[in-house]
C-alpha cells in the first residue's frame, strides 16, 4: 500500500515537472496577451530605406513609431517601385518579430526604444480617400 502511493507520488510529480519543462519551453511571444503579433495598416508611403540582403525599410505618412520591414524580394521590389509609382494609398499586412527572426537584415538590428519594427507579409496598393 505504502509503495503503491510512493509510486503515484513519484508519478505525479514526474507529470507536474514535464509540464513546467514545456510551459518554460515555449516562446514567451505567444503568451503575451498586449503583444501586437500581426495586424493591416493603410497610408501612404514616407520613405523606402535599403537594409541588408535585400531587404527594405517602409516608413509611412503618419506614423513615426513604427517601421515595416520586407525581406521577400517581390515585396521589396514592389515597395520600392510603389514610392516612385503610386500617388495613393497602400494597405500593409504585417507582423511581430520573434524570436526566430533574430538573424532578418532589419527585425532586430533597430535598438531604438523610439520606434518597432514590424515584418512585412504583404503590400498593395490602393486609392487614395
Known sequence: MKNLKHRRFAALSLLLFLLTLLLTACPTETI???????????DTIFSVEERGLGA?????THSDQEGYCFTDGDLADQARSLIWEHDGEVIIEYRAAGALDALNPCARAESDPQY?????????????R
Open 116 to 128: 518597432v519594427v514590424y515584418l512585412g507579409k504583404s503590400i498593395t496598393a490602393v486609392a487614395g
Open 56 to 60: 527594405v525599410m517602409v516608413w509611412v
Open 32 to 42: 503575451r496577451p498586449s503583444f501586437t503579433r500581426e495586424g493591416v495598416m493603410r
